[in-house]
């Protein structure tokens, strides 16, 4: 994924007029165009020929904004459609992926909620998991939201990445820690 601070300003000027706009019954903006971004993404993905001409720098941006009105039309709202525009006006298309992670990021910080990947050398069982939401929930203040991988390669214990903090409580990490004592020591 490639983006950084084009990404994150094209996301963040998304996510402050999203959350300038409502909608009737409590039902939030920002929620509707995570949403339609998501589902606009897994479209790029599942078609590679699609991406190809969205990509394409010699498709000029007029028949790449004509091509995405006629996909989109009545499926998308006016400011996702205005700001699919905007990414092709400004040849900014190529940052779609990473300006819809931003995006979700932010999202997801504006409902107190962060992402986590655990990796345990053993499958956890639900008790297990559920106890781990609970620390994690403590330790942060937010709600959790966890992903689980198995990786041997640790030996024994946990390993849990919380955006760019990393909770690094494995075996392998322990016995690597020991011998590097070891070796000073001697």
């Keep these: 994924m490639m983006g950084g601070p084009v990404a994150g300003r094209y996301a963040a000027a998304l996510y402050d007029i999203a959350k300038e706009k409502g909608l009737p019954k409590g039902k939030s903006v920002v ?15 599942e078609n590679a020929d699609l991406q190809k001409l969205l990509y394409h720098p010699q498709i000029t941006p007029a028949d790449k904004k004509e091509l995405l009105r006629k996909l989109f039309e009545g499926k998308i709202s006016d400011v996702t ?21 931003e995006f979700v990021a932010l999202a997801n910080a504006g409902r107190n909620i962060i992402a986590a990947s655990v990796a ?3 499958e956890l069982d639900d008790k297990e998991k559920g106890e781990l939401n609970k620390i994690l929930a403590r330790l942060t203040g937010k709600e959790v939201r966890t992903s689980y991988t ?9 390993t849990v990445r919380m955006g760019d903090k ?8 322990r016995l690597a820690t020991l011998k590097e004592r070891l070796k000073a020591t001697s």
């Excluded at 589902?39 to 790029?44: D, K, N, T, V």
């Excluded at 198995?150 to 946990?158: A, F, H, K, P, R």
Aim: charged residues 30%; without cysteine; aromatic residues 6%.
């Design 120 to 122: 345990t050398a053993v």
């Design 150 to 158: 198995v990786d041997q390669s640790l030996i024994g214990g946990v």
């Design 81 to 101: 459609g205005n700001f699919l525009a905007l990414l092709v006006d400004r040849r900014r298309e190529i940052y779609f992926e990473a300006i819809v992670a």
């Design 166 to 173: 990393i909770i690094d409580g494995s075996v392998r990490t």
């Design 31 to 45: 929620d509707k165009i995570e949403g339609e971004l998501k589902a606009i993404e897994a479209i790029l993905k």
